[in-house]
């Protein structure tokens, strides 16, 4: 486990590392594992980006802050942002999870990421985990319009270059592994004149080309 490069990623430094090694830990790995952890963590998230959403629209209906809450809290959601993360590579799972590919999962990977959000609220504060929540989500808020559906990365993305007059990106299979039920795909988004190759894993193509996209933005972000 990296911790000190883990914490970079998120902009926090633990003053209680057994915090965030407890929310790194699987059940199938030890105790403590991380879901009472990510039971905090949901509840955070869920009350962080009700109050990003409160002050950035102040004109907006309690209906329709509740639709871009409930997409930006989804599994799917959680799971892009694990993955620019890199979180896989540092999680504590059992054999046979990490036979199986647990470390690509997306439910695993995104009860992980709110076990980190839970565990940042217990070291620091509400303040401190509403801010992490705030940088996780900074490109995803910032190209939110009211009335419209949250965009997916594949489409801002597009729309990035496509106002830059810049070349649109492709996406490129490198390759599939794991047995049919727990198939991963590995796509690369390439960007050459900006000159970035951002990879994507899922367990499908469409949600590995997000994955991809979401870390191209993040690369030019």
Same mark, same amino acid.
Request: aromatic residues 4%.
């Given at each position: 486990?990296?911790?000190?490069?883990?914490?970079?990623?998120?902009?926090? =430094?633990?003053?209680?590392? =057994?915090?965030?090694?407890?929310?790194?830990?699987?059940?199938?790995?030890?105790?403590?594992?991380?879901?009472?952890?990510?039971?905090?963590?949901?509840?955070?998230?869920?009350?962080?980006?009700?109050?990003?959403?409160?002050?950035?629209? !102040?004109?907006?209906?309690?209906?329709?802050?509740?639709?871009?809450?409930?997409?930006?809290?989804?599994?799917?959601?959680?799971?892009?942002?694990?993955?620019?993360?890199?979180?896989?590579?540092?999680?504590?799972?059992?054999?046979?999870?990490?036979?199986?590919?647990?470390?690509?999962?997306? =439910?695993?990977?995104?009860?992980?990421?709110? #076990?980190?959000?839970?565990? &940042?609220?217990?070291?620091?504060?509400?303040? #401190?985990?509403?801010?992490?929540?705030?940088?996780?989500?900074?490109?995803?808020?910032?190209?939110?319009? !009211?009335?419209?559906?949250?965009?997916?990365?594949?489409?801002?993305?597009?729309?990035?270059?496509?106002?830059?007059?810049? @070349?649109?990106?492709?996406? &490129?299979?490198?390759?599939?592994?794991?047995?049919?039920?727990?198939?991963?795909?590995?796509?690369? *988004?390439?960007?050459?004149?900006?000159?970035? *190759?951002?990879?994507?894993?899922? @367990? =499908?193509?469409?949600?590995?080309?997000?994955?991809?996209?979401?870390?191209?933005?993040?690369?030019?972000?």
């Amino acid at each position: 486990m990296n911790v000190a490069r883990l914490e970079q990623a998120l902009g926090y =430094s633990f003053s209680e590392p =057994s915090l965030l090694q407890t929310a790194l830990t699987h059940r199938s790995h030890s105790t403590p594992h991380n879901e009472r952890l990510e039971f905090v963590g949901d509840s955070v998230l869920n009350c962080a980006i009700a109050l990003e959403l409160y002050r950035r629209f !102040p004109s907006l209906p309690e209906g329709d802050m509740s639709r871009l809450r409930a997409n930006l809290v989804c599994q799917d959601a959680l799971h892009r942002i694990a993955e620019v993360l890199e979180l896989g590579a540092q999680l504590r799972l059992g054999e046979g999870e990490l036979r199986s590919g647990g470390h690509r999962r997306p =439910s695993i990977l995104a009860d992980a990421l709110e #076990a980190l959000i839970g565990a &940042v609220h217990l070291d620091g504060g509400f303040s #401190a985990a509403a801010d992490l929540v705030g940088r996780l989500y900074a490109s995803q808020l910032a190209t939110i319009v !009211p009335g419209q559906q949250a965009k997916d990365p594949k489409t801002r993305l597009q729309e990035y270059l496509q106002g830059r007059r810049l @070349p649109l990106p492709k996406y &490129v299979m490198m390759d599939t592994s794991g047995q049919a039920h727990l198939q991963q795909f590995r796509v690369c *988004c390439e960007l050459p004149a900006l000159r970035i *190759c951002s990879e994507g894993v899922g @367990p =499908s193509r469409r949600a590995a080309e997000q994955m991809a996209a979401e870390k191209a933005l993040e690369a030019i972000k």
